[in-house]
């Protein structure tokens, strides 16, 4: 089908629980490294704040594909012989300036099953304020990347992003919001 820098269009040959045969049509990226058998890694990156509150540090930026401002975890793809891990602290540093440890790395995450093979790890890193390193963080953007960082409390992330995409009209990935919903649920619930 297609190939590009980045993605691919492939049919995909299956049969069905019925045994029947069929046809998919999916995109595939074209960057997955064998080193960690992952395309990218999104960033959970949480402040320390004054009185110990937690800050989730977010991204804003335009993507052609949806015409609007999306709100997002910091994210990139790995690059060859790159682990989770080091791409995690790059792409944080790149994208929002900050220095950051990493604490914990997911299983595997397939980011839209029906439409595309591309998986990823979240990556849960600790942001310490009290690194100098972090008092002004400065973004190395790529070029042709337009970034704009900015942190939510993590006790009222849900709350956060609602108001921020309706005061600005931007939408938010589904990833994010998922995860926000869940924390708000979980403080509903009493958990």
């Not at 064998?34 to 989730?56: M, P, Q, R, Y």
Request: aromatic share 6%.
């Amino acid at each position: 089908m297609e190939q590009g820098k980045w993605i691919q269009t492939r049919k995909v040959d299956y049969t069905d629980p019925d045994g029947r045969p069929r046809v998919w049509e999916m995109a595939v990226r074209t960057t997955r490294t064998e080193t960690t058998g992952l395309d990218a890694v999104s960033i959970f990156g949480v402040v320390k704040g004054a009185n110990n509150e937690k800050h989730v540090v977010l991204t804003k930026q335009f993507r052609p594909p949806c015409g609007k401002v999306i709100i997002e975890l910091p994210a990139g793809l790995i690059d060859p012989n790159e682990s989770i891990e080091s791409t995690a602290e790059r792409e944080l540093l790149e994208e929002t300036g900050y220095i950051g440890k990493v604490t914990k790395q997911s299983i595997p995450l397939f980011s839209d099953p029906g439409l595309t093979n591309a998986n990823m790890a979240l990556v849960t890193v600790d942001i310490d304020m009290e690194d100098p390193r972090n008092v002004n963080p400065q973004p190395q953007l790529e070029d042709g990347e337009f970034i704009e960082v900015f942190t939510l409390p993590l006790e009222t992330l849900y709350e956060g992003i609602v108001e921020v995409c309706e005061k600005e009209g931007s939408s938010v990935d589904a990833r994010l919001f998922h995860l926000a919903e869940g924390l708000r649920l979980a403080r509903v619930f009493g958990q």
